[in-house]
């Protein structure tokens, strides 16, 4: 079965800094991959996702993650963050079949 | 543009009382799922339906019954509610792999469960 790995629980930074949120996940096989961010009290919103092609994805509100198949990997990025973007943000994985599995969050607070 | 909807948004229980927590989409997908949401364990998918009449366990089934009558509905049933189920709740849907959008998921804004 798959998992997802996300290293940091808790990620702080200051605002305009860049960030780095990490995602691992177990199997080498095809598979689509997602980074959701869900702000307080609110449901999860897709960020961005791989499905094929180029590996470097850029998503919503300037972030973007790269697709590493070697190191199982699909970690987020952004060169500068802002306030608005404190908030939870969940790596998932889908391989052919139908289900989702979901990493265990990091949150990101950006302090000014 | 609905979307996914889920009621309701809030649920205080006692320990032994059964509820319902609805679900309806109106994007026409076929696959539906319920997750619970809780503190450092991420998102774990409770059941799951691929279309009409078809529904399956996920990773954490037990205690919650569901059923698939129509392609646009699908509630979550309790039991009979134990404070382990105190939690978030987020119906979810999205395409087949292979079919129409990119499979994923769109969830509901979430249904707050709290068991006395």
């Known amino acids: 079965a798959q998992s997802v790995t996300q290293l940091d629980s808790q990620v702080p930074v200051f605002e305009e800094a860049p960030v780095e949120l990490r995602c691992n996940y177990s199997?080498?096989?095809?598979?689509?991959l997602f980074w959701y961010v869900q702000y307080p009290n609110q449901g999860l919103q897709l960020l961005l996702k791989?499905?094929?092609?180029?590996?470097l994805v850029k998503g919503i509100n300037g972030f973007e993650a790269e697709f590493n198949k070697s190191q199982t990997s699909f970690h987020l990025r952004k060169p500068s963050v802002h306030i608005s973007d404190t908030a939870e943000y969940f790596c998932?994985?889908?391989?052919?079949?139908?289900?989702?599995?979901f990493g265990p969050g990091t949150r990101l607070s950006v302090l000014p | 543009n609905a979307g996914v909807t889920q009621t309701p948004k809030f649920q205080v229980l006692k320990t032994g009382q059964s509820m319902t927590l609805q679900c309806a989409q109106d994007?026409?997908?076929?696959?539906m799922s319920w997750y619970r949401q809780d503190p450092g364990m991420g998102l774990r998918l409770i059941h799951y339906?691929?279309?009409?009449?078809?529904?399956d366990q996920g990773e954490v089934p037990n205690g919650y019954n569901v059923s698939r009558s129509t392609t646009e509905d699908f509630p979550l049933r309790l039991l009979s509610a134990a404070p382990s189920q105190t939690s978030v709740y987020f119906c979810?849907?999205?395409?087949?792999?292979?079919?129409?959008?990119?499979?994923?998921?769109?969830f509901g804004e979430g249904s707050r469960l709290t068991v006395l």
């Open positions: 199997s080498s096989v095809s598979v689509y």
């Open positions: 791989y499905l094929s092609g180029s590996t």
């Open positions: 998932a994985v889908k391989d052919y079949g139908q289900n989702f599995v």
């Open positions: 979810a849907s999205s395409w087949p792999p292979g079919q129409g959008d990119t499979g994923e998921l769109f």
């Open positions: 339906s691929v279309g009409a009449g078809i529904t």
């Open positions: 994007m026409n997908h076929e696959y």
